[in-house]
């Protein structure tokens, strides 16, 4: 092991190439830290074993899989894993996801060693869960880390019991690379005007519902209106039917989860990118928003829910709208406004999103760690 180098180990929920933002950003952040003198090592779940390994091997950083059993085999394997690293020298271990939260919280108590410092990344559902059981857990294990990053200022708000000189806010990132030049991005006939687009998990979080719902009104409107949801179609049997009812399936794609190069030919064709994300009952919610910001990138302003950490991502009124989800003629004004000036809004978002690169979020985790 390189003494040189300071030691970091990330356990996260999440990791790629499996889909997830808690995965997303922890990519970037192992990607950024062993790039500026970490030595980095990764713990996470077994999802897809063949893809992962490949994946795995073409990392410039350790990464170890483990099953995505119990939470008490889990916890076994990640001590076994803290307890190798530290035993010659100090530890920055990070923790991103609930049940990697509660692990570590809980070790950082109960093992009281000053070698190893804790640091936990707040996103949502992690820190304001309704399960009894894990909000009991999470309560407890939240005091055992020595800091606090929350992805936006939303999911700050939501952190309870802890002091607030331990809790700072650093926004998610996006990766322009990810995003090929768009001289070399073929884009094709657009589909509906004005061409509306999310970019997330078909869910009730994502809020294409919110979207769907709405549609009747917007069509009176818009009439040539087409909405493009792309991504996991964990919902969309549902979301066809609503549609069917409301008599506008005619008005709606569902794309599946596409390739970069096809996600970013699809977002150049559209002319305002929708989160209209809501709460769930499991008290989930949209911590930040990268896809947002993706599509910033490339020139689309977005509409987004105003109870979110979405507050963070879109600039009220500048590079979008911030609305309440279900409100339908809030929707509609937004619409209408950023259609009045949509290249000032596009040139805005574009702007804006040069804010959030991960070449400048980066810099924030080393000011900190």
């Known amino acids: 092991m390189n003494s040189f180098k300071k030691n970091l180990l990330l356990v996260t929920s999440e990791f790629p190439p499996?889909?997830?933002?808690?995965g997303n950003h922890a990519y970037n952040l192992a990607s950024g830290l062993a790039k500026r003198n970490y030595f980095v090592n990764v713990i996470s779940i077994v999802r897809d074993s063949e893809a992962e390994s490949e994946f795995d091997q073409a990392q410039p950083f350790l990464i170890e899989r483990i099953p995505s059993g119990k939470i008490f085999q889990k916890a076994s394997l990640i001590v076994k894993s803290i307890n190798n690293l530290s035993k010659h020298t100090?530890?920055?271990v990070v923790a991103s996801g609930l049940a990697m939260l509660v692990i570590c919280g809980t070790y950082s108590i109960l093992s009281r060693n000053s070698r190893i410092k804790f640091v936990l990344i707040?996103?949502?559902?992690?820190?304001n869960t309704t399960s009894f059981v894990y909000r009991k857990l999470v309560s407890f294990a939240i005091?055992?880390?020595?800091?606090?990053?929350?992805?936006?200022?939303?999911?700050?708000?939501?952190?309870?019991g802890i002091k607030q000189s331990k809790i700072q806010v650093i926004n998610n990132g996006f990766d322009p690379e990810k995003l090929q030049k768009s001289d070399n991005v073929k884009v094709e006939n657009r589909l509906g005007y004005p061409s509306l687009i999310t970019v997330g998990s078909v869910t009730y979080r994502?809020?294409?519902?919110?979207?769907?719902?709405?549609?009747?009104?917007l069509l009176e409107a818009y009439p040539s209106i087409h909405y493009h949801m792309i991504g996991i179609e964990k919902d969309k049997s549902?979301?066809?039917?609503?549609?069917?009812?409301?008599?506008?399936e005619s008005a709606i794609t569902f794309h599946g989860a596409l390739p970069d190069a096809q996600l970013q030919q699809q977002l150049l064709q559209s002319d305002i990118f929708l989160m209209l994300s809501n709460h769930t009952l499991e008290g989930d919610f949209e911590g930040f928003g990268i896809a947002v910001l993706e599509a910033?990138?490339?020139?689309?302003?977005?509409?987004?829910?105003?109870?979110?950490?979405?507050?963070?991502?879109?600039?009220d009124g500048y590079s979008g709208f911030l609305?309440?989800?279900?409100?339908?003629?809030?929707?509609?004004?937004?619409?209408?406004?950023?259609?009045?000036?949509?290249?000032?809004?596009?040139?805005?978002?574009?702007e804006r999103a040069l804010n959030f690169k991960w070449d400048k979020v980066i810099e924030q985790y080393v000011a900190v760690l």
Not at 144 to 159: E, L, P, Q
Not at 238 to 248: D, F, G, N, R, W
Not at 304 to 315: N, P
């Open 122 to 127: 707040a996103h949502g559902i992690d820190i």
């Open 238 to 248: 549902a979301l066809i039917s609503l549609a069917k009812k409301l008599k506008v």
């Open 18 to 22: 499996g889909p997830g933002g808690i």
């Open 90 to 92: 100090t530890l920055t």
């Open 296 to 315: 910033n990138h490339l020139g689309v302003p977005a509409i987004g829910s105003r109870e979110s950490g979405l507050r963070d991502a879109i600039k």
């Open 323 to 350: 609305i309440e989800p279900k409100n339908v003629e809030e929707l509609k004004a937004a619409i209408t406004h950023i259609l009045a000036d949509l290249e000032g809004f596009k040139s805005r978002a574009r």
């Open 143 to 160: 005091r055992g880390f020595n800091r606090i990053i929350a992805v936006s200022s939303y999911t700050a708000s939501k952190i309870k």
């Open 206 to 217: 994502k809020g294409q519902i919110n979207v769907i719902n709405a549609l009747p009104i």
